[in-house]
């Protein structure tokens, strides 16, 4: 998850850059100021998530201490699943702060899309199910802009890629242990005292 010193995996593309400025600047035609501050204050993980809610599904913890609350509270979590929900708390957060700027109709104009990225995506979840009721359309040509979107949807699974990854091998770590406590458990003649050394009391 730690990238070398020095390189950044830019919020656009996804991919590992050393001098991030420069490519927002090139790649992306990023030129307002505060747009780039915020991508870059989200790329190195300088971003403030303590009021933030909390992103694990089901938790409904929204306060002042997300960071405390993820590492204290969710004991579930491996400490790369804590990292990635931070990382997403990040991204929630970075996307209201581009919202807000785009607002105030910058003078500068704003030339990536993440906050509308994440509007659109909003739209489509509300509506769970329909979407596969509905007989298949093409997709209006107007409404996929340029490479440019396949580009922020791509580098969109591959964030959920990752996620998908964490899950499976802490699903995997699960039943490793699932399976080992059921050969204990049917080793019944183990002594007390060994099986707690074996960290069976640990096991639910
Ligand atoms: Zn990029
Ligand atoms: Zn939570």
Redesign the pocket.
Known sequence: MTLPRGMCCCPVCLKDYVALSNHLQRAHGVHNVEERKILLNLATRRVNVRNEA?P?LG?S?HSTRLDK??RD??RELTRDEVEVNLDMARRTKSISLLTALRRTNPTVSMSTGLDLEEENEGDQMEVPGEAEEDAPQCPDPSSIHSKVEVKRLSARLQLVERELMNMRSKSQRLAKRLRRSQAMASARETPAATRKEMGIKRMR
């Open positions: 909390c694990v938790c913890y609350h993820l509270g969710h």
